[in-house]
Structure formats: C-alpha cells, structure tokens
C-alpha cells in the first residue's frame, strides 16, 4: 500500500481506488500487533485497532446493503431499536473471544463486497435514507449510491485515522513504517483484497 492512492481516470474507479486505499490502511495499522494490543485502547479514547476493525466491517455491510438494495430500501431489521441499538455500540469493542485474524478475516470479506458493488452498482440509483434511527436527516428522501460511497470513504478515512492515533498509543508506530513493513510481509491468502475481471 502505498502512500497516496494511484491516479485515476474516471468517477468509478475514483470511488473504487479511493474505497480500496482506505480499506487498506487498516491492515498497514494494526501489522505486527498481537490480539491484546488490538484490544487494547491506550489513548484518552476507549477506542482500540480491533473495535475500529470490526465497527468500519459493520458500517460497510450496512450501507452495502443499502447500497445491493437500491433503489428499494434493505429489508426491514425486525428487533427493538434498543437491540439493534447495543449491537451497534459493541461494534466498537474487540471482545475478549475475538482474535485480530479473525476481524481482519470478516474484514476482508465485507471489503471485497464493498468493491464489486464500486464497480457494478448504478451510481445514480436512489438510496432511501431509513427512518429507523434519529440521526438520520428528516427533511431528505433518498441519497445516490455515489454518495453512499463518499459517505464510506469519509467513514473509513475518518476512522483510519483514529487507528493510528491508537497505534501510536500502542508502541509509537507510525503509518509510513507500517506501510513499509507491511509491504515485506507476504499476506495469508484470506487477505488478498478482491479484483475486478
């Protein structure tokens, strides 16, 4: 991975190259970290590299549902807002039987789903905005698929960042080195990201 995300040509690969290289950040910022560093959140922030993990897997799946979904909305989750509610708050936390392999593993299989749909979905496709949940705005019917994926890209980046202040935290690494050891680290092939054919 390197520094800055490659050159692109048109809108679609835009948004892919851009969804892909922030995707990556994620595995450059927690190399080399065992399973209770990643669970560990040793800033002021309760946050931790493995609760970031598995809370930017859950944002993706569920806009990419929404996104899969369009221009209908996703099928309605049945449970209470409360449930639905505490699931979404313990996204931000690496439980004490989850291993970093294993986020990374459910990881990358939701980012690879994000990436077909960058390159498949028809970007001006309505995405209606749910009226399950109050912090979604009122007065808008429905989003594109191509803000969708900004939104992703700006959660992702936004997130990548709080990672790295936790890795900092951790053991004073910081992203260029991480990228550089990252790139001399041959990847178990579940985290080979998804290509286009």
Request: aromatic share 10%.
């Amino acid at each position: 991975m390197p520094a800055l995300a490659p050159p692109v040509a048109d809108e679609r690969g835009a948004l892919r190259e851009f969804l892909a290289y922030h995707q990556n950040a994620y595995f450059a910022v927690c190399y080399g970290l065992t399973d209770e560093q990643a669970r560990s959140a040793p800033s002021a922030s309760a946050l931790s590299i493995g609760g970031l993990i598995k809370h930017v897997t859950g944002m993706q799946r569920t806009w990419m549902a929404r996104v899969a979904a369009a221009p209908d909305a996703p099928p309605k989750d049945p449970r209470p807002f409360e449930e639905r509610s505490a699931e979404h708050a313990d996204q931000f936390v690496m439980l004490p039987g989850e291993t970093l392999d294993g986020l990374l593993e459910a990881f990358t299989a939701q980012n690879s789903e994000s990436l077909r749909l960058a390159e498949t979905a028809d970007l001006d496709a309505a995405v209606p905005v749910p009226r399950d949940a109050p912090w979604f705005p009122s007065d808008v019917a429905a989003w594109s698929v191509r803000w969708v994926f900004l939104h992703v890209i700006n959660e992702l980046a936004r997130h990548a960042g709080h990672a790295d202040i936790v890795r900092e935290s951790i053991d004073g690494a910081t992203m260029y080195e991480l990228i550089a050891g990252r790139e001399n680290w041959k990847p178990e092939p579940w985290l080979t990201p998804w290509q286009p054919e």
